[in-house]
């Protein structure tokens, strides 16, 4: 790969000032070590993410971004916030949501432009959380998910297997469905909903075909979310994460792990033995995203049909 792929090393300076038109963002710590292992900086993140804008933006756009911070890099536990509150510049834009727990409006940030970006990335947001919904129908989700995440006994191999399985399943009903790596050491299948459905509706889809998927692979996989109950040899298929108000690492967001890897938009035919998920990381993102396009852009498109799925699927059963 080209070097000028590669985010480039921050200049030896503590902070900086990037101009975006009329909008300042002062940026600070640039030189700040947050992948220690491989020596990278809070600025090479920042220029990861400005680089890759035009690919990032669409998944954030007008969407209430829930705030995971690691300010000390990725040894640090971090911690979430969602409230912009009274710190974050006047430009930045926000979104009131009332909260029932805290029972007060919270001030989401919305990110919509590189200025905003550049303002999470200097608070130490490594990764960027976005709801499933955005502002204009915050309570029908653009997308059903499928977050496939292993325990801490399962491999790779295994979770190409689930993913598979999944693909199989969708390709029975006439859906797609889209995939990418978590960052981490799952992978998230996306399937586009249109904005047509509640959040309701539409996790109580995802519910059907995690159950579908779980009964055809009941020694690897688990739909129990409590840790101690499901064990560290099985695979939990997270329906749950089409709740409101729940939130995800969006396609080509950087994680807080080892390697500095990113969730990474798949071909299909790349899910299979062999694939390594620590090969998508902030040296090779924006090569990638350049020569294969943005593999996720039909996620935001026409969605699927809740009703003839179901009715499907009850067929299916009845065969069955």
């Not at 608070?123 to 059903?144: A, F, H, T, V």
């Not at 006994?153 to 029975?172: D, H, M, P, T």
């Amino acid at each position: 790969m080209s070097n000028q792929a590669k985010p480039k090393p921050a200049p030896n300076l503590k902070d900086q000032e990037l101009k975006f038109g009329k909008t300042i963002v002062k940026v600070t710590n640039l030189s700040k070590v947050y992948w220690p292992e491989e020596k990278i900086t809070k600025g090479m993140l920042i220029e990861y993410y400005q680089q890759m804008a035009d690919f990032i933006l669409p998944y954030l756009k007008d969407r209430p971004e829930s705030l995971k911070r690691n300010p000390n890099g990725i040894r640090d536990a971090g911690f979430f916030h969602k409230d912009a509150g009274v710190d974050a510049p006047l430009w930045v834009k926000r979104f009131n949501i009332y909260s029932t727990s805290s029972k007060k409006d919270v001030a989401y940030i919305i990110c919509n432009d590189k200025s905003t970006l550049a303002y999470l990335n200097n608070l130490g947001c490594i990764e960027l959380n976005p709801w499933n919904s955005r502002i204009q129908s915050l309570d029908k989700p653009d997308y059903l998910i499928i977050d496939i995440d292993p325990s801490s006994k399962n491999n790779f191999e295994q979770v190409i297997e689930v993913a598979l399985a999944f693909r199989e399943l969708l390709e029975s009903l006439s859906v797609e469905g889209y995939c990418k790596t978590s960052g981490a050491s799952g992978i998230h299948i996306f399937i586009p909903m249109g904005k047509k459905y509640d959040y309701e509706q539409v996790k109580n889809l995802a519910h059907l075909l995690c159950s579908q998927v779980c009964t055809q692979l009941d020694k690897l996989t688990t739909l129990e979310r409590n840790l101690q109950k499901r064990g560290d040899s099985r695979i939990y298929l997270d329906w749950l994460q089409n709740s409101e108000g729940q939130t995800l690492a969006c396609a080509y967001s950087l994680r807080p792990k080892p390697g500095a890897t990113v969730s990474t938009p798949l071909e299909w035919k790349e899910v299979k033995a062999g694939l390594d998920p620590l090969a998508f990381n902030i040296h090779t993102a924006f090569q990638r995203a350049q020569q294969k396009g943005d593999l996720f852009k039909a996620v935001l498109g026409k969605g699927a049909d809740i009703r003839k799925i179901t009715e499907k699927m009850e067929t299916e059963m009845e065969k069955g």
